[in-house]
């Protein structure tokens, strides 16, 4: 059994911190990229501005033309670009426009070949006029990219192009990288502590400790049905020992009318201020059980005729409250193992039982008669 409760202690243990860990990682990892995002972004802002107030929509419709000034336009253009982009560590910076079939002008010349990732963003921001940032960093022949597509307008609201920006990411992303897998590695080793310390501190938990919590009745504090049984058995011994072993069962009347005019909680109370008072009654180094709802047992060893008649006969004296108007009323019946009557303890739980049950009847009867 402790090992059992062990185990699944453990594993929830480790499920529930293998959770944490787990989003501690992907905290920090969204965390680093969205601050890459944010940066790129930023810069790509102060580029476009940049570019705006330096640059004319005659530009944007000269380049990629066959005319000397189309060519020396562009070339212009880029050498401008360049500058910029020796300035802002970018890996590329170019303008780019569709002509009449569709095709792809930038200012970079016909030797331009981007990655297929990076050549849809581009064509979808043409199109669609839109900012258009990368999902990621992409790989390019010369490194790792990070893209912003930003469009850009005339005076009179159409879309002339767009300008392309490609971080150098090879920093960035080895930066991210490290990011992740330091958090990966700091993910796993608290899991790993955790999981240690909690593995060693459940395994010093002393067997008792295990047993008092599987056996322990939540609501009174007493013993339960499981503590029960195993104590029949343990007494199944001794009476074959040829000791006395007597059981008092009892049951709590008027709990349903507790229940129905006050509410479960009150009921609770009420079972288990009467349990208390039954203890009180037995005697408290007796162990007591809550073999039911509202049935409450106990287990006597040794106990002599007179002394069990006193016990039986304080139950029904009992007059105290149990709980606010409610007095103490029980209906307790209790039987001795006799190898005459009984095969077993389980016998003698029965007689104990139906002398309880007659004890109700009678007391049904006495209410009936007042």
């Keep these: 059994m402790k090992n059992q409760m062990i185990l699944r202690m453990y ?4 499920l529930t911190v293998f959770v944490a860990t787990a989003g501690v990682f992907f905290t920090v ?3 680093s990229y969205n601050a890459m995002v944010y ?11 940049h570019i705006l107030d330096n640059f004319y929509a005659e ?7 066959d005319s000397p000034q189309a060519h020396a336009t562009t070339q212009h253009v880029q050498n401008i670009f360049d500058e910029v982009r020796n300035l802002s560590n970018l890996s590329s910076l170019y303008v780019a426009r569709l002509d009449g079939s569709g095709g792809i002008i930038t200012t970079l010349g016909a ?10 963003d581009l064509r979808f921001s043409l199109e669609q006029g839109l900012v258009i940032i990368g999902e990621g960093i992409y790989r390019t022949p010369g490194g790792g990219v990070f893209t912003i597509f930003w ?13 392309g920006m490609e971080f150098n ?3 960035i992303a080895d930066s991210h990288t490290q990011a992740a897998l330091y958090s990966l590695v700091l993910s796993a080793a608290l899991l790993a502590l955790i999981s240690i310390v909690a593995y060693v501190s459940m395994s010093r938990v002393t067997e008792s400790t295990y047993k008092k919590l599987a056996y322990t009745d939540i609501l009174t504090g007493f013993e339960n049905r499981m503590a029960f049984e195993h104590r029949l058995r343990e007494c199944g011994d001794l009476a074959e020992q040829g000791r006395s072993v007597t059981m008092i069962i009892c049951d709590i009347n008027n709990l349903k009318v507790v229940n129905d005019t006050l509410g479960h909680e009150a009921g609770d109370a009420y079972i288990k201020n009467t349990a208390n008072l039954i203890a009180e009654n037995i005697g408290r180094n007796i162990p007591l059980y809550r073999i039911g709802g509202d049935e409450i047992a106990s287990i006597l060893i040794d106990k002599k005729e007179a002394e069990l008649e006193r016990i039986m006969q304080k139950l029904q004296d009992e007059q105290r409250p149990a709980f606010k108007k409610h007095l103490f009323s029980c209906a307790c019946g209790r039987a001795s193992f006799d190898p005459s009557l009984d095969e077993s303890l389980r016998g003698t739980f029965k007689r104990a039982d139906e002398a309880m049950y007659a004890a109700k009847i009678r007391q049904k009867g006495l209410a009936n008669v007042r």
């Design 29 to 31: 990892y969204t965390l």
């Design 11 to 14: 594993v929830i243990l480790i």
């Design 39 to 49: 940066d790129m972004r930023e810069r790509a802002i102060g580029i476009k501005y």
């Design 151 to 163: 469009p850009f307008y005339d005076h009179y609201g159409m879309l002339l192009g767009a300008v």
């Design 169 to 171: 990411a090879d920093i």
């Design 59 to 65: 530009d944007f419709v000269d380049i990629g033309g």
């Design 111 to 120: 030797d331009f070949a981007p990655t297929s990732e990076i050549e849809a």
